[in-house]
């Protein structure tokens, strides 16, 4: 338990800086027969995204404007009890904060280009429907 498998990597070079992050335990619902009340392991970690000197500014304001509502003043939490102990609670939590920061410091998406549809591809389309609607029509009970 003194060793954790980071550095935890957002993208590139660029991971989560240990010192930065701020870790809190406590009891945890759910299983844990016998050492349920005396064990804390549920785990919120939380990463001071406004002060942080680890990311680029460009990603900074970048997850900044995108994690907007889940900030309270600037820091992001996350939490992790589905484990039993700590330990995973805590690889847990490292990995679902490294994954929402990559996610919310990505690129925007290229804009896309409008292309006209091909007219053979509509007329298909059409063909294919007006088959459709004769399948139909001659399941109707009309013609007895």
């Known amino acids: 338990m ?66 907007a509502s889940r900030l309270v003043g600037g820091v992001i939490s996350v939490r992790a009890s589905e484990h039993r102990s700590q330990w995973r609670n805590r690889e847990t939590a490292a990995v679902r904060l490294a994954s929402l920061l990559a996610e919310a410091t990505a690129p925007p998406p290229k804009p896309r280009r ?9 007329e298909r389309r059409l063909r294919e429907k007006k088959q459709r609607a004769q399948t139909k029509k001659g399941r109707s009970g009309r013609d007895w």
């Not at 804390?40 to 000197?53: G, I, K, N, P, Y």
């Not at 409008?114 to 509509?122: D, E, F, L, S, V």
């Open 2 to 67: 003194d060793d954790m498998s980071g550095p935890y990597v957002i993208r590139g070079s660029v991971s989560l800086p240990e010192a930065e992050l701020i870790w809190r335990f406590s009891r945890s619902s759910g299983p844990g027969g016998q050492h349920v009340n005396t064990s804390d392991s549920q785990v919120e970690l939380r990463f001071d995204l406004a002060r942080t000197e680890a990311l680029p500014e460009v990603w900074k304001s970048r997850a900044l404007d995108r994690l």
């Open 114 to 122: 409008a292309t006209k549809i091909p007219r053979g591809i509509n």
